[in-house]
């Protein structure tokens, strides 16, 4: 933390951010049905000062999409907040990524140049692994970062030759800085709320249904996922704002939620005029 201040929040926004939070605890605690997921507080364009009132509020995991956001805030911020990149990944944002002491997580992923870049670059002075979860374009959208994903009618040639396993393999086996802890999707917004599940979230199931069965072939390669009950496992990043709690019913380990605590987003490019 450096001797920047970080201004007083209003008692409103204050009281505002405080019954927000609590709302969502509850809702996942609910959806979660006596699992202990993470929420990862979407913080992109909300100012520090909200940040630090969630932080008072026990709120310590926080996903930023953009680096040089990332980089301000974290400087400004305490050194146990546990940061998220969770923006598009771009390889020549490796190494200023991989600097931030207390960067966490990058939860986007997807190939092997900038896999290199952030084991590169971590500094020697970092005592942990950097937590990296493959981005997978449930979806198929163009619009949308992300490896195809694998399913588990895949033939083994298709599967050994598919570019999400390459970056996974790649990670295992010439990344010893990293940690291969999941897998990420966005997916597609679902209109309805009704007993109509979300296609991409059972999608990334698959996913990683064949994706630890490949790894775990490999017998040398151990910084990937996390032991639970005997068997090692690789973590779900799916769900937001409006689908998080179908995400969790869907067995999500991580859901990421911006707008349901901090209130909608105004776009950059509306306040300012041509940057
Ligand atoms: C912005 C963003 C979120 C949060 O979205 P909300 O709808 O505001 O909850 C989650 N994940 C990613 C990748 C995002 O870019």
């Given at each position: ?12 926004r204050?009281?505002?951010?405080a ?16 699992r ?75 190939s ?10 971590i ?6 692994p ?10 198929g ?24 396993v ?11 800085r ?8 966005i997916?597609a ?44 496992r690789?973590?779900?990043?799916m ?8 995400a ?28």
């Amino acid at each position: 933390m450096s001797s920047v201040t970080v201004p007083k929040l209003s008692s409103e926004r204050t009281s505002e951010l405080a019954d927000s939070l609590t709302k969502i605890r509850t809702r996942i605690a609910k959806a979660a049905d006596g699992r202990t997921p993470t929420l990862v507080a979407v913080s992109k364009y909300k100012p520090a000062s909200d940040i630090l009132a969630c932080y008072d509020l026990g709120q310590r995991d926080f996903g930023e999409n953009y680096v040089q956001e990332l980089v301000d805030k974290a400087r400004q911020l305490p050194d146990d907040i546990r940061w998220h990149f969770i923006g598009t990944l771009q390889s020549n944002k490796a190494k200023v990524l991989a600097s931030i002491p207390n960067i966490h997580t990058i939860q986007t992923l997807s190939s092997v140049k900038a896999a290199d870049g952030l084991n590169k670059h971590i500094p020697s002075t970092r005592t942990v692994p950097l937590n990296v979860l493959l981005q997978v374009n449930t979806s198929g959208e163009d619009a949308k970062s992300g490896r195809e994903p694998l399913r588990l009618s895949d033939s083994p040639s298709s599967i050994a030759s598919s570019e999400l396993v390459a970056v996974a393999q790649h990670i295992v086996t010439a990344c010893p800085r990293l940690h291969l802890h999941g897998l990420m999707t966005i997916g597609a917004l679902v209109e309805s709320l009704s007993g109509d599940e979300n296609r991409d979230f059972e999608v990334l199931k698959e996913t990683r249904e064949v994706l630890e069965r490949v790894l775990s072939e490999d017998k040398e390669a151990t910084n990937w996922g996390e032991e639970v009950e005997g068997k090692k496992r690789l973590v779900l990043s799916m769900g937001m704002s409006s689908d998080f709690e179908s995400a969790l019913r869907a067995g999500a380990d991580i859901v990421r939620v911006g707008t349901g605590i901090f209130g909608s987003r105004q776009l950059k490019g509306d306040t300012t005029p041509s940057t």
